[in-house]
């Protein structure tokens, strides 16, 4: 309209009305005239007249619908002719904002202009304006005078203005969804688009941008929620409250939105109305999400909180569900009435079952710090550990805040603070654990209780170490013994069990899966297994829909099935179980089970799938914020490194320490044992040793002596048959063969293996024969690479050079297959050179570091004599019981701290071993510096580290 006026010579004069105008006289008149083209000198002349009037307007009464004297009228109106008589086309955006002096202006040179040619161009918005609609009513009996309802863009008109800036088939598919977010506002569309560009601008060219033709997201940024902020202050206050309130409540209906605003019948559902024409809303709440994060970043914070927690307070009047009111509840940040405690733990419950795990987080957050007595703060608070860990365990490492409280208060050595304490354990916290536990223990009816005795069964397979500082049980039996029976019905101390029949019956279940699920580990860890292991341990995970109370029976008896050898089963489950996890949008346990497949996945000899998996189960489960936890990833990352020839990725994951309650656990098994495995391939066979019988150590002392979980005596065997002592080697792998459980074919195979090596030349082939038999059987294709390079070199040996090359390609070809580049480098030296630009295991290959202290394992190399340095005669584990010179010098508690010493422990590492304190530590090394003569730590003898409790084969 304006191009047309300007193009017949007419003359146009325009302005927009504001809210901040409204009460300044002439304020848009003088917008108007300063616009105007004027000669020189005229602009002076008109901005006095108009100053003078509104000087005169302001000492009128307020109420005034017309403030201006007759003689002002006449001179304002004037100055809005044209100097040329030419036409007038007078433009008004939003002319209900328009002061009262101004529109009466407009109203005189309406009716005194009729003989010159002019047109009036107005915009309004729908709404109630009081004051504006006496000036409405007049202006609409004018002759020629018409109102057009100008209805919201259709998704052909988004796509006409789209076409403005996009090429056409760009505009045509993406006019949908720029209708549906603009609501058909051309103000909007236009705001998507600058949004757009701008997108577009920061990303540029080379840097994921696009041009006008890639099907990139609608971008909603600034510009779009400035339009929508601009639209709402444009608009009646009334329809700016609305606005704000469906952002804080959502689609709750008219009625209830009146309710919230404390407003007049019908008031809201004309501000609705209004809000609907400007294209704001889509039904009963705003048009897109960006809408409402617009109008709600536009409420101050205290006034947002008050509104969120107006609203839980009627919805939870009006009966809604607990998932809608505790999220109110939680904007609020409020929860201290008892009504809304009981509605967050409902929400909070009912969250989990449908998976909104971040939901369920924040209202225990806010229920935990709302709650006042100790039952409560209990309960909530091990749902929130649970919830937490389900997000990932670091998450949960969180909520050491809440441990805290919790101990300081005294109440984690209750019965029904059992659970929390399992969690302490899990975070390696364990002297509050022991302490809490003690104080559990003393109590005759929590021994009792079966939540107890599974808690004792748990904690024997991951910290049995902790167990003996417990009080012995009123039944004398062991603590590492599992309970007799599965726990009775209903449940007992730290089982939450409803008052609904349904609820106790379903939490007596969960306990049963725990108990059978713990037992199946246990009685791999320390018992005879037999056939029943696997089929307990099948029938917990065929029946247990994954949640926080079947999570750790799940995962026990996963890993029974991992350390019976049944890695074909395990792999099917651990998938399964990671699959179920990544759908029910728990990454915490997702890392767990993708931990669990990486180990897996290295007995099976697949390093690619083993560090695949234990990376992703490293980027939840992380060395500062899980305990115990991180061993088995960690070590599962050491060894495939290490059996890949990749050194130097392996040495990085060892330069970050281990924490020392880690160590002392069943993961922590799994580190030593991968660290003394990188420390043999690279050379340092004494450090090897040292962590061997370390290993073994823990595990006798344990009673977890078994080949399947840590073979310590098999890797020790390796180091002494490299070190040419071959018949200590031969009593360690034939005391490891003797404690092998039935069906466990990779396990035996692997020490059969060994058991060759260390075997008169007559019965090598017979023995490799039956390993290599084993090891196919077991699934265990790296340790099979190894026995068939084993079986080729014997074959080499005596001569069948044919039937060497056979086998020795089977085995490198195995080894490939493993991505085992150093295997495959030692079976056919300079294919793994050759093949080193390929895709390998880890992030890239590293070629081995020479061994200085002989070829690893090799039958057919001399054996090396022990020279200056090399390690004495007496081995650990040759059974001798003979006394040493230490003996007759050192106390029994000076000889074990100094043993330990000798092996590089840390006083905190020997304080925790010997559950001693570091003071006494440092008094005992003092006396055995003087008593050995020596100064320092490094100057104890090498000898020494086989004093300590040396266990036997």
């Known amino acids: 309209m304006r191009g047309y006026a300007r193009s017949i010579g007419g003359h146009v004069i325009a302005g927009q009305g504001a809210v901040a105008d409204r009460r300044l006289p002439l304020a848009f008149i003088e917008q108007l005239v300063s616009g105007a083209a004027a000669a020189p000198g005229e602009g002076e002349k008109a901005a006095r007249v108009v100053e ?153 060219p ?26 709402l202050y444009r608009s009646e206050p009334g329809a700016l409250r609305t606005a704000r309130w469906l952002a804080v409540a959502g689609p709750v209906g008219a009625p209830l939105i009146e309710r919230l605003e404390g407003a007049e019948g019908g008031s809201v559902s004309r501000h609705l109305h209004e809000l609907t024409a400007m294209g704001l809303l889509d039904g009963d709440e705003l048009c897109h999400p960006a809408a409402r994060d617009a109008v709600l970043g536009d409420i101050p914070e205290d006034a947002r909180q008050d509104m969120h927690l107006r609203a839980a307070e009627l919805l939870h009047e009006e009966g809604e569900s607990a998932l809608l009111v505790a999220a109110h509840l939680v904007a609020a940040g409020w929860g201290d009435a008892p009504w809304a405690l009981a509605v967050l733990e409902r929400a909070a419950e009912q969250a989990m079952a449908e998976d909104h795990i971040d939901l369920a987080v924040s209202c225990l957050d806010q ?39 919790l101990w300081e208060r005294g109440l984690l050595g209750t019965p029904q603070a059992l659970l929390l304490v399992v969690c302490l354990v899990w975070y390696g916290r364990l002297t509050e654990a022991r302490k809490a536990l003690i104080e559990i223990g003393a109590d005759t009816d929590a021994q009792d209780d079966p939540e107890f005795r599974i808690a004792e069964m748990w904690l024997s397979c991951w910290v049995p170490l902790l167990l003996r500082k417990l009080p012995d049980r009123s039944d004398g039996a062991p603590r590492t013994a599992p309970p007799a029976a599965p726990p009775r019905a209903g449940g007992g101390a730290g089982t939450f069990v409803s008052a609904d029949a349904g609820a106790a019956a379903g939490a007596a279940r969960a306990s049963g899966l725990r108990f059978t699920a713990f037992s199946a580990l246990h009685d791999v860890l320390y018992g005879e297994p037999d056939g029943s292991v696997l089929v307990r341990a099948e029938q917990v995970l065929e029946r247990s829909r994954l949640s926080e109370k079947t999570y750790a029976a799940v995962e026990s008896a996963l890993l029974a ?72 990833p960690m070590a599962v990352m050491i060894m495939a490194h290490t059996a890949a020839g990749e050194y130097d990725e392996a040495e990085r994951l060892l330069q970050r320490p281990p924490a020392e309650e880690m160590l002392i656990s069943r993961p922590g098994l799994h580190y030593m044992y991968a660290r003394g495995r990188y420390w043999a391939a690279t050379g340092r066979i004494r450090a090897a040793l040292g962590e061997f019988m370390q290993c073994g150590e823990y595990m006798l002392e344990w009673g977890m002596d078994r080949p399947s979980v840590v073979p310590w005596r098999a890797a020790a065997a390796e180091v002494h048959l490299r070190l040419g002592d071959r018949d200590q080697a031969r009593r360690l792998v034939g005391a490891e063969a003797g404690r092998i459980g039935a069906g466990q074919h990779r396990t035996r195979g692997a020490t059969v293996r060994l058991l060759a090596e260390c075997a008169d030349p007559a019965d090598r082939e017979r023995l490799l024969t039956e390993a290599v038999e084993a090891l196919r059987a077991g699934g265990d294709r790296l340790e099979l690479a190894r026995a068939l390079h084993d079986l080729s070199r014997l074959q080499q040996a005596r001569g069948d050079t044919r039937q060497a090359h056979v086998t020795a390609r089977s085995a490198w070809e195995a080894a490939d297959a493993c991505g085992a580049r150093a295997l495959c480098e030692e079976i056919l030296p300079g294919t793994a050179a050759a093949r080193r630009g390929a895709a390998g295991p880890g992030a890239q290959g590293h070629g081995p570091r020479p061994d200085t202290e002989g070829h690893p394992g090799r039958p057919d190399a001399a054996p090396r004599s022990p020279g200056a340095g090399a390690l004495p005669d007496a081995v650990p584990g040759d059974g001798s019981g003979r006394r040493t010179p230490y003996t007759e010098t050192l106390s029994e508690a000076e000889l074990r701290v100094a043993a330990l010493a000798a092996r590089g422990l840390t006083n905190r590492q020997i304080s925790n071993r010997l559950w001693i304190t570091v003071s006494t530590v440092e008094q005992h090394l003092t006396r055995v510096y003087r008593k050995l003569k020596v100064a320092r730590r490094r100057d104890l003898p090498a000898d020494l580290i086989h004093q300590e409790g040396t266990p036997a084969p």
């Open 206 to 231: 080379g840097d994921g941008g696009c041009d006008d033709g890639c099907d990139g997201a609608l971008v909603t940024g600034e510009a779009y929620a400035q339009a929508v902020l601009t639209c």
């Open 367 to 405: 229920a935990v710090h709302s709650a006042t007595d100790d039952d409560t703060l209990i309960r909530l608070g091990t749902l929130l550990i649970a919830a937490s860990w389900r997000c990932a365990p670091a998450v949960a490492a969180r909520r050491f805040a809440l441990l805290d409280r």
């Open 561 to 632: 099935m991992v350390y019976s050898d049944r890695l074909d089963r395990a792999a099917y489950w651990s998938d399964s179980l990671r699959d179920q996890a990544a759908a029910r949008r728990s990454p915490g346990w997702e890392a767990i089970f993708a931990a669990a497949r990486a180990e897996v996945a290295l007995r099976q000899g697949d390093l690619r799938s083993a560090l695949a998996n234990a990376r992703f189960a490293l980027t939840y489960i992380t060395p500062e914020s899980s305990g115990l936890a991180v061993g088995a």
């Open 52 to 204: 003078e009037a509104a000087e005169a307007a302001r000492e009128a009464p307020c109420s005034a619908e017309e403030p201006l004297h007759a003689h002002h009228l006449r001179d304002v109106a004037g100055l809005l002719n044209s100097p040329s008589g030419a036409p007038v086309l007078l433009v008004a955006d939003d002319i209900h904002h328009v002061d009262p002096a101004s529109r009466q202006v407009l109203m005189h040179f309406a009716q005194n202009a009729r003989s010159r040619p002019f047109a009036f161009l107005f915009s309004e918005r729908v709404g109630s304006w009081p004051e504006y609609q006496m000036f409405r009513s007049a202006l609409m009996r004018m002759p020629n005078c018409r109102a057009l309802w100008l209805p919201r863009l259709s998704p052909d008109g988004v796509r006409q203005v789209l076409a403005d800036s996009f090429p056409e088939e760009t505009a045509a598919r993406r006019a949908a969804a720029y209708h549906d977010a603009s609501g058909g506002s051309p103000l909007f569309v236009r705001a998507l688009v600058q949004d757009h560009e701008a997108e577009r601008g920061l990303r540029g």
